[in-house]
């Protein structure tokens, strides 16, 4: 396919010195770029997902599992002190 796109002045020299110190043209050192920069994209998938647990039978007295934001309250109550001023 044949194309047409802008470069600004200073990446358009990198791109023709890079090309011609490989000794190839312009045309196929943007496409062997282009090529290698989407298969780096597709290979980079997330590492799967693992769930750490740790040993217990049953959560601590006194936390509410289904209010998991009350345990950031007690966390802050314990470092910065009771109630408001």
């Known amino acids: 396919m044949r194309t047409t ?3 600004d002045d200073q990446l358009a020299k990198q791109v023709r ?7 190839i043209s312009v045309s196929a050192f943007i496409a ?8 780096r994209r597709e290979r980079s ?3 799967p997902f693992r769930l750490v647990t740790v040993r217990g039978v049953h959560a ?9 934001r009350a345990l ?3 966390d802050d109550e ?6 408001s001023r």
């Open 60 to 68: 601590r007295a006194g936390v509410d599992l289904d209010r998991p």
């Open 78 to 83: 314990a470092r910065f002190g009771h109630g």
């Open 5 to 7: 796109i802008s470069l």
């Open 32 to 39: 062997k770029t282009l090529d290698d920069a989407l298969k």
């Open 17 to 23: 010195r890079a090309a011609e110190a490989r000794g």
């Open 72 to 74: 950031d309250a007690q």
């Open 45 to 47: 998938e997330p590492p």
